[in-house]
């Protein structure tokens, strides 16, 4: 309780910030005074095709209500693309505190009928977009001492999705990014969180029911990056399920395990009840579960 979280004096990029979520996120960071780089390609879901005019037009909002920011429709799937957006933060504001990989597209196909190029589309914007961005970012962040990222993954990557193999993968794969992102970051302190939303925009709205429209509202997911990006937030390497107003924590869990010293392909056969047991604890580095290996022998 007390003071509103403000952004004053802060830098923030959103990508893909042109439309639904990142729009969303754009519009909140710039009304709390964050000096925002509005991103988007301006292309269709798919990824295809370009416009300067999603980045404008809500750039222009921004400071239409009073705010700051600039447009930018370079593509964070390019490494040039990716420093272009991060030099535009610094020839505007001089500074950049604030990453926000929102960038998406889609190519859904089922498993059995999707090409090599829809799988590595999807990846390109997603996994190395967010890499791309963030590294171009990061040693600004580490040279001032301080940066907040916030990924996003979805459900579809946590637990998987009919049609979605391309888009799943990338998904998972921020989790990686993140969670290394907020170790190495760490000493600089440097945050990165990773949300995994459920909102109305163009991406869901031929697949969610009619009623999550008014429910499922961006502007319900945005309030958790804004906490994220914000200073008074050091959490990191964490991941948020965000939809309809909801948030809770999303652990990588593991079970007790099960072990011996005579591993065979039959005695796992034969323990393969005890390996799916679900008694889960929360391993919160690599060498803690490491560990648990450990342990069990001892
Ligand atoms: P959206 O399609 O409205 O927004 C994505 C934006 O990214 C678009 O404006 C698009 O032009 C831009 N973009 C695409 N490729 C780009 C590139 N190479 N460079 C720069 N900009 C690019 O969709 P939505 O729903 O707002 O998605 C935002 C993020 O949230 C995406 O990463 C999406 O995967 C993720 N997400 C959304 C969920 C939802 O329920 N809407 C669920 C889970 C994840």
Redesign the pocket.
Known sequence: EGSELRFDGRVAIV?????????SHALLLGSRGAKVVV?????A?D?TGASSG?AAEVAELIVKNGGEAVAST????TPE?AEAIVRTALDAFGRVDILVN?????RDRSFGKMTVEEFDAVI???VR?SFLVSRAAFPHMKEQAYGRIVN?????GLFGNFGQAN?STA?MGLVGLTKTLGIEGARANIRANAI?????????ETL?PAEFESK?T?ERVSPLVAYLAHESCVTTGEVFSV?AGRIARVFVAEGPGWRTDDLTVEAIRDNWEAVMAEQPYLPTKLGEQAGASLQAML
């Open positions: 990508t893909g910030a042109g439309h639904g979520l990142g729009r991103n988007d390609l301006g292309g879901l990824g999603p370079d593509n964070v799937a693309g929102n960038a998406g597209i889609l390109a914007v997603h977009g996003t993954s979805s459900p579809a888009y998904k995994a939303p459920v909102a109305w925009t163009r991406m869901t969610l499922f961006p939809g």
